[in-house]
């Protein structure tokens, strides 16, 4: 059954979609230059790239606001296909996932790609982030884990300090409940924690990717990227 937040954010994910379509015919037809001719081309360039990252900061930034009122939504989506979710990590991409594209793609050499003209320097640097976010990766991962045990954990404390508190007027089932809803709120504080740590790894890792590359270089990798990942 469809809840409100995942209607709301269905909405806008179709439209979101849809202007990053839009966005990837322009990266593509940009991506067929092989050099910068003009100041005006550089900045038209500049701009377009601009847009892409701004467009991607919206998508989080509503995300965040909806996932605040019922973050389950965003663990269990109804926007994306069964194999999508299957592959999802913490409700989105994998960071990592970006460098088997950027590794991809220098060596089948994808014609045309600036992409498989990337310098030692900056080959360097990209190998260098890629062992950060791996790093972020398994924290993000941890935290998972250790949000799982705080819950059992503090279902168990809360037992312990109800039990000697019930009341013959209160009913099993009322005890029940409160439980339930104890562990409840911790669980989806923590999911909402972990969700934004594996989104600030995704937003790093398109920063750091960006700024190791050339204007063109960042569009050739901006239209790979839109074209493999949705979310």
Do not use: H
């Given at each position: 059954?469809?809840?409100?937040?995942?209607?709301?954010?269905?909405?806008?994910?179709?439209?979101?979609?849809?202007?990053?379509?839009?966005?990837?015919?322009l990266l593509l037809k940009a991506s067929e230059q092989r050099v910068i001719n003009t100041v005006c081309d550089q900045r038209e360039i500049q701009t377009l790239v601009s847009k892409v990252t701004q467009h991607y900061k919206d998508y989080f930034t509503i995300k965040w606001c909806l996932a605040h009122e019922d973050?389950?939504?965003?663990?269990?989506?109804?926007?994306?296909?069964?194999?999508?979710?299957?592959?999802?990590?913490?409700?989105?991409?994998?960071?990592?996932?970006?460098?088997?594209?950027i590794h991809s793609t220098g060596i089948n050499r994808v014609p045309g790609s600036s992409l498989a003209e990337l310098t030692q320097e900056q080959l360097g640097k990209i190998e260098e982030l890629r062992v950060k976010i791996r790093l972020e990766e398994e924290k993000v991962e941890r935290e998972m884990e250790r949000q799982q045990v705080a819950v059992a954990d503090?279902?168990?404390?809360?037992?312990?300090r109800l039990t000697g508190r019930v009341r013959d007027?209160?009913?099993?089932?009322?005890?029940?409940?409160?439980?339930?809803?104890?562990?409840?709120?911790?669980l989806m504080a923590g999911l909402e924690k972990v969700m934004k740590a594996a989104d600030c790894v995704r937003l790093r890792t398109l920063k750091g990717v960006l700024d190791v590359l050339t204007p063109l270089q960042c569009v050739n990798f901006l239209a790979a990227t839109n074209a493999t990942l949705d979310k």
């Open positions: 059954m469809k809840g409100r937040v995942g209607e709301r954010f269905s909405e806008f994910f179709e439209k979101w979609i849809c202007q990053l379509d839009e966005y990837l015919q973050v389950l939504a965003f663990f269990c989506p109804i926007w994306g296909s069964p194999l999508e979710n299957a592959y999802s990590w913490f409700t989105g991409w994998k960071p990592s996932t970006i460098f088997k594209l503090r279902k168990m404390f809360e037992l312990v007027s209160e009913t099993m089932d009322q005890f029940d409940g409160r439980l339930v809803e104890v562990a409840l709120k911790g």
